[in-house]
Nanobody, 120 residues
Framework: QVQLVESGGGLVQPGGSLRLSCTAS????????MGWYRQVPGKTRDLVAH???????YYMGSVKGRFTISRDNGRPTAYLQMNDLTPEDTAVYYC??????????????WGQGTQVTVSS
């Protein structure tokens, strides 16, 4: 069983920075990709950034130039560096991983979510 554990959320002032981490624990065969989503109450969960085995593949328009997604290839960990944060970035951020647990079995997993609040 694979679990995703997130960390790094919190309260920050506008213009500040946070770095989210997501680590996959358990046994798996290989990664396909990892992504960060965010959700505010009453709205859909939206993809913020995604990274595949060859590097970043997507950024939400409003975060381009401010957020950077990366992976630690030596470890099953993904990061989301968030700079120049605004109150509109306030949300629960969720890590998502798409991976093979065996050579033939593909699954998608979610983390528990971490709150990011941008406020003065």
């Amino acid at each position: 069983q694979v679990q995703l554990v997130e960390s790094g959320g919190g309260l920050v002032q506008p213009g500040g920075s946070l770095r989210l981490s997501c680590t996959a624990s358990g046994t798996f065969y290989s990664f396909i990709g990892m992504g960060w989503y965010r959700q505010v109450p009453g709205k859909t969960r939206d993809l913020v950034a995604h990274i595949g085995n060859s590097g970043p593949t997507y950024y939400m328009g409003s975060v381009k130039g401010r957020f950077t997604i990366s992976r630690d290839n030596g470890r099953p960990t993904a990061y989301l560096q968030m700079n120049d944060l605004t109150p509109e970035d306030t949300a629960v951020y969720y890590c998502n991983a798409d991976l093979f647990t065996t050579a033939h079995d593909r699954y998608n997993y979610w983390g528990q979510g971490t709150q990011v609040t941008v406020s003065s």
